[in-house]
T-cell receptor
Framework: KQEVTQIPAALSVPEGENLVLNCSFTDSAIYNLQWFRQDPGKGLTSLLLIQSSQREQTSGRLNASLDKSSGRSTLYIAASQPGDSATYLCAASDPYNFNKFYFGSGTKLNVKP | AAGVIQSPRHLIKEKRETATLKCYPI?????VYWYQQGPGQDPQFLIS???????DKGSIPDRFSAQQFSDYHSELNMSSLELGDSALYFC?????????????FGPGTRLTVT
């Protein structure tokens, strides 16, 4: 079973700042890793998916990297905006059952205007 | 673009009652996943189906059952409801035959057990 940890649990930054969210997982034999955004009381919005053969994925101001050997992934958000305020969750697949994801507890981001 | 549809969006039940949650995956997606997210908790995997067959099972109580139908929609049946079952239940879908298995989540069903 994967154990997924996200640090920090909460982060508050001024608008315009670049920031990095961290995710670590215990079993490096993952199939893929997915980053999500969740607004309060809402569903999960997929941001980026990184397959095990990839090192990074980019979408707009977001860049996610994957280092399987160290069991780490980072989500980089450039030029943060107040609309980025949400909880960011990473989910790593079970090493033997790639249909099953294990979620971290998330990083709650607050971008101050 | 079409997204994952879940119904109902909100459900209030009393203890020991039964609830049925429905999930309609993105068209052409053949894999459905169910997750439970308790208050302040991260989503916990319950069960998944691929091509109408159960493909994996997580921390799903014996009081819960689920199935995927011929049109690929799925239903989660919950019996003998307990207060601790109050949570947000997410359904996600993916194209199982693809090589990325990216999961797309629905908006969730908020179940409150009183």
């Amino acid at each position: 079973k994967q154990e997924v940890t996200q640090i920090p649990a909460a982060l508050s930054v001024p608008e315009g700042e670049n920031l990095v969210l961290n995710c670590s997982f215990t079993d490096s034999a993952i199939y893929n890793l997915q980053w999500f955004r969740q607004d309060p009381g809402k569903g999960l919005t997929s941001l980026l998916l990184i397959q095990s053969s990839q090192r990074e994925q980019t979408s707009g101001r977001l860049n996610a990297s994957l280092d399987k050997s160290s069991g780490r992934s980072t989500l980089y958000i450039a030029a943060s905006q107040p609309g980025d305020s949400a909880t960011y969750l990473c989910a790593a697949s079970d090493p033997y059952n790639f249909n099953k994801f294990y979620f971290g507890s998330g990083t709650k981001l607050n971008v101050k205007p | 673009a079409a997204g994952v549809i879940q119904s109902p969006r909100h459900l209030i039940k009393e203890k020991r009652e039964t609830a049925t949650l429905k999930c309609y995956p993105i068209p052409r997606h053949d894999t459905v996943y169910w997750y439970q997210q308790g208050p302040g908790q991260d989503p916990q995997f319950l069960i998944s189906f691929y091509e109408k067959m159960q493909s994996d099972k997580g921390s799903i109580p014996d009081r819960f059952s689920a199935q995927q139908f011929s049109d690929y929609h799925s239903e989660l049946n919950m019996s003998s409801l307990e207060l601790g079952d109050s949570a947000l239940y997410f359904c996600a879908s993916s194209l199982g035959s693809g090589n990325s298995y990216e999961q797309y989540f629905g908006p969730g069903t908020r179940l409150t057990v009183t």
